[in-house]
């Protein structure tokens, strides 16, 4: 029974992302880090963590409105950067916040978007901000991701002004003043560095998840049960991330990180082999 407890709190790695396509609702907010903010654990996040939300950041509401397991506090559960969290809120779609968190959107029904466009061409095409009515031009070179459309409008991201706004994109200008980058999946020029950190990031998460949940086990049990883990191995021309396993028992948890690895490198030009207990990143 403490087995079966302990693989389902290991599958909470399992993510609910919109494909392109799809119809989703979107809570934008201006100033999030005024929110209160659970990370899928329902663990409260720190100010640190809070820093890394920029302005109008754009949640993809999965739950509108729920209930935490102590039975009194609600949330809006939502997706952003291909993780979940948990906003803790008054109302349906409401988030509560301490402080005065600005202007704030919520969107319905809108086509979400998963792809990269480039321009070309310098002064063809705006991108407007959501704090205000400016509007500036586009230059040649410009990498934008698009998120969801508002009727004629796209809510895209720019990487290189590392702000998001609103933007058109028409049809007659397509492969000349704009043009996909790809389709589906996000492809960016991230660096192998970057992809190893973010991987290391996710492994030292779920560590600390099953860390907790093994000493209370232990402390329960008078047991000591071996801790399994993840760790990381790298060489000159691969990393492997590997689940060091003690109970054999965990082979849907190990799938499960390995579709969460995989997503992490799904961003990058870099490929990977997939073994019994991991998954190796290989320095194209």
């Known amino acids: 029974m403490l087995r079966k407890i302990l693989i389902i709190h290991l599958l909470v790695f399992l993510l609910i992302q919109a494909q392109s396509g799809e119809k989703s609702d979107f809570l934008i907010v201006e100033n999030p880090q005024a929110l209160t903010i659970y990370d899928k654990y329902q663990q409260s996040l720190e100010q640190g963590q809070l820093s890394s939300f920029p302005q109008y950041v754009p949640y993809r509401i999965i739950e509108p409105l729920g209930t935490f397991s ?46 990269t466009i480039d321009i070309n061409l310098n002064n063809k095409l705006l991108i407007r901000f959501p704090d205000s009515q400016q509007k500036i031009y586009l230059n040649s070179g410009d990498r934008l991701l698009r998120i969801f459309k508002d009727v004629t409008e796209y809510y895209i991201y720019s990487f290189n002004l590392d ?122």
């Open 163 to 284: 702000r998001y706004g609103w933007a058109r994109f028409p049809a007659e200008l397509e492969g000349n003043v704009w043009e996909k980058h790809t389709t589906g999946l996000l492809a960016l020029s991230v660096g192998y560095g970057e992809i190893i950190e973010r991987v290391r990031e996710k492994t030292e998460e779920y560590n600390k998840v099953i860390l907790s949940l093994f000493r209370h086990l232990n402390n329960k049990t008078d047991k000591n049960l071996a801790m399994p883990y993840w760790a990381i191995n790298e060489q000159d021309n691969y990393t492997d991330v590997q689940f060091v396993n003690h109970q054999n028992s965990f082979s849907e948890s190990v799938k499960e990180m390995r579709e969460e690895i995989k997503k992490i490198i799904s961003i990058s030009s870099f490929s990977y082999e997939q073994f019994e207990n991991g998954i190796r990143i290989i320095r194209n």
């Open 70 to 115: 102590d039975g009194l506090r609600k949330y809006v559960k939502v997706e952003f950067d291909s993780d979940e969290y948990f906003l803790l809120a008054e109302k349906e779609n409401k988030p509560l916040s301490s402080l005065e968190f600005g202007k704030s959107f919520l969107l319905r029904n809108k086509s979400v978007f998963k792809d």
